[in-house]
């Protein structure tokens, strides 16, 4: 069974830093191109961060130079640094997993809330 888990969401003030974790458990995330998407409340779902399958990353416009993901393919586990979050960062947070080679195979996880406010 695949899982993804996100952690590390929560509320802070404009300006703070947030770490989010996703542990993947049921694949090899070495296989997957590894992202984070968010939705915000009355929007559709945009990506924020994700790796390509050659390693590279690509982010959003919005996020350039304040968001960081990484990940440690030991650990299954990929990360995204948010710093000097503004309140528009506000939104659920999801992990996504797309193979690599296999067309259409993806995987989501639960989603973590962020919540930038004063």
């Known amino acids: 069974q695949v899982q993804l888990v996100e952690s590390g969401g929560g509320l802070v003030q404009p300006g703070g830093s947030l770490g989010l974790s996703c542990a993947a458990s049921g694949i090899t995330t070495s296989f997957y191109a590894m992202g984070w998407y968010r939705q915000a409340p009355g929007k559709q779902r945009e990506l924020v961060a994700a790796?390509?399958?050659?390693?590279?990353?690509n982010y959003a416009e919005s996020v350039k130079g304040r968001f960081t993901i990484s990940r440690d393919n030991a650990k299954n586990t990929v990360y995204l640094q948010m710093n000097s979050l503004k309140p528009e960062d506000t939104a659920v947070y999801y992990c996504?997993?797309?193979?690599?080679?296999?067309?259409?195979?993806?995987?989501w996880g639960q989603g973590t809330q962020v919540t930038v406010s004063s």
């Open positions: 996504n997993a797309r193979h690599k080679f296999a067309i259409g195979l993806a995987y």
């Open positions: 790796f390509a399958n050659s390693g590279s990353t």
